[in-house]
């Protein structure tokens, strides 16, 4: 007894040095020379090796943060794409079968739009329960949750047989949604650090954008000719394709309880909002969704209203779509902590000059979809990665933070399509608000450059763990 708790001693001794000489801002090596560091790192594989060497004691191994998930944490990701790929292909399926749905339930525009946005509706009253309801029943099984919920909706949709009962049925996917728009970053946060967890962010980022575009490209098209044409038939095509998605990602995460069992140091939204660094990833997501959502769902009309046809504009609109897409999976990896703030601001700036620039006639309007669209979807990945990496958020309150995250973003992308199409009606053109969008753009890289750096710089948390692991090395 007396070498098992002499062993675990030097363990945490070795440990909590280890984190204190990671965590300073020098060069160690410079400081105590060449062989400091390997004599650190032999010093862990000696403590590692002791029980297979001496066989008289056994001593807990340094640094068991890494998880019996490691071999197969992409596999969880890829389990994690599908589901959220498929979130992005049954809420898209709505907007690709408008004209059929509008012409068979005799819906006037305006109660087709309310439809279409009744699943934001309900997404922004159930996003905060959410975080809390994954914590509580864990990962696994609130993702199969959120796939349940958003494949019923889609097929009572299927049922649908006037304005109310498309409208409840669309507003139920907003219940299940949050789950897995939570469960992605919580998921992310819990298997993935640096540029690994840089990387998967920009993969699962692009999972609904993929998943929109796969149905904007079939509904009409072979899943159509397929199905005699009939949207009911489709959207039972889709709902198939969604439970096909939660089998993967049932399968895919098998061994996750087990990583995902740590109890969340504060639960409380409350709390978190008490955190500068929460308070402006909630800024960075409302303003994020505001330009997404008022630009983007209302490019194709603004295209046309320039003179060109629909399907021209469609095409156009698509363009950037498939820009965005690339920019998603490219710039996160890039995107290290300290290269954010240089990379938010210049995305946001050449964001405003190309938004700016959207209502120019010739071919030069491609340029400025390309740049408006890119700098659109930069933002939500890097104040998504500024939560998970600060030390008093984390994994173990990534559910939480994200629910908080994501409500602020819908109601950005709520408000956005509105101020978009009331400033287009009073001044009958969209001018206007293009030229309001990139004034804010503009504003916003501003803040950026002043604010975030401060904020960033600032991880209390982190300071007193490296100062209380010190005392015990002394």
Known sequence: MQHSNTSRAIGTVVTEANHVIGAMPINTSGLFGPNFTRATLSAQEFIN?????????????????????????????????????????????????????????????????????????GFIVAAIQAGRLIDRIGLRRALCVSSAVMVGSVVLRAAAQDFATLFI????????????????????????????????????????AVGGA???????????????????????????????????????????????????????????????????????????????HGIGQWLVDLLADEGRTASTAGYLAAIGSLFGIVITGVVPPLATPRRRVGVLAAALLIGAFGTASLTIDGAEVIVAIAASSGARVVIMPIAMLMLMDHSDVGPKNMAVAAGLFLTA???GGFIGPYITGSLADSSG?????????????????????LVLPRVTRTDPSSKATRREALRRTQ
Not at 182 to 206: D, H, N, W
Not at 440 to 447: K, Q, S, T
Request: proline letters at 6%; aromatic letters at 10%.
């Open 49 to 121: 090796s002791w029980p297979a060497t001496y066989g008289c004691c056994s001593m807990p191994p340094v640094h068991q943060e890494k998880t019996s998930m490691d071999s197969s944490r992409w596999l969880v990701l890829l389990g994690v794409f599908g589901v959220y790929a498929s979130f992005g292909v049954l809420t898209t399926s709505t907007a690709a079968l408008v004209p059929s749905i509008r012409t068979d339930l005799d819906l006037s525009r305006g109660q087709m739009g309310l439809a279409l946005g009744a699943w934001q509706l």
């Open 409 to 411: 973003a819908q109601i």
């Open 429 to 449: 053109s969209f001018d206007r608000p293009m030229t309001l969008w990139a004034a804010v753009m503009a504003g916003v890289a501003v803040f950026v450059l």
């Open 169 to 208: 049925s669309v507003g139920l996917l907003g219940f299940g949604a949050p789950l897995v728009a939570i469960g992605a970053p919580k998921t992310v946060s819990m298997l993935f650090e640096g540029a690994e967890r840089r990387r998967a962010v920009g993969l699962y980022q692009m999972a609904p």
């Open 214 to 292: 796969v149905a904007l490209s079939t509904a009409n098209g072979p899943v159509s000719a397929l199905l005699a044409g009939s949207w009911r038939s489709i959207s039972l095509f889709y709902a198939i394709v969604g439970a096909v998605a939660a089998l993967g990602w049932w399968l895919s995460s098998d061994g996750l309880e087990a990583v995902d069992e740590e109890e969340p140091d504060r639960q409380h939204p409350g709390e978190l909002l008490k955190l500068p660094i929460v308070r402006v990833c909630l800024l960075l997501a409302t303003v994020g969704f505001m330009f997404s």
